[in-house]
């Protein structure tokens, strides 16, 4: 599967939580952050307890976000593609926040305990996305 592809997947799924979640609300003008990990063999599952036992209560002490976290259905991306979005304020906070949550002592110490037996991820592609006038989340 082409990051293309998931991209465009997950941008839509993206907009349809985002449109339930967000009804009745007003407006929005927050910045939204895509991150794609592209997981080490072998570690996927790791990973996922990483973001579920620890990542992303930290994350929220840091004022980033969850819209959701996703894993691609078919192999190979299903092995070794980890994909989420975060919504910030903007993104000069999303800054700020990223260095807050890297020098947190918690984040450090779950970081290098999952790590002990090497790297989680590979390398991460990261995309800043504000939404469109028509979008449900304006």
Known sequence: MKTSCVLSFVCGAAVMFSFSALSGSTPSHHVYELRLYHVNQGKMDALRARFGDHT???????NMKSIGYWVPEDAPSSQNLFIYILEHPSRQEAEKNWA??????????VK???????????????YFMDPTSYSALN
């Open 56 to 62: 992303d209560a930290i994350f929220k002490r840091h």
């Open 100 to 109: 807050a949550f890297q020098a947190d002592p918690e984040w450090k110490n």
């Open 112 to 126: 290098a305990e999952s790590e002990a037996q090497g790297p989680l991820v590979d390398h991460i592609d990261r």
